[in-house]
């Protein structure tokens, strides 16, 4: 997924406390939102169990999102032409805090 797509989704919950960003990703019909939901749930855990913070005063302090590799591929047109499809992919970093 391109991270001009993601983005958009991104700028929703920064800066929200994590049980309000899990809504809000919870009800968006975006692709994007099940990704982020994700990588938000692995930071909570991370939080949780590796510096022993309290779930409840967590908030997204940042998260950016940067242009991956683009994968290039081929679309077969009419008369042996060839078009390229570029797929894009992305990188997000969560980080949370209290």
């Given at each position: ?71 290039k591929r081929i ?24």
């Amino acid at each position: 997924m391109s991270a001009q797509k993601v983005r958009l989704v991104a700028d929703e919950i920064r800066g929200k406390s994590v049980e309000r960003a899990l809504d809000i990703l919870t009800f968006s019909n975006l692709k994007a939102s099940k990704l982020v939901k994700k990588c938000l749930e692995s930071a909570i855990a991370n939080a949780e169990h590796n510096n022993g913070l309290d779930i409840d005063n967590l908030k997204v302090t940042t998260i950016y999102v940067d242009e991956g590799i683009t994968l290039k591929r081929i679309l077969p047109r009419a008369k042996g032409r060839a078009d390229r499809i570029s797929k894009r992919t992305c990188h997000i970093t969560v980080k949370v805090g209290e």
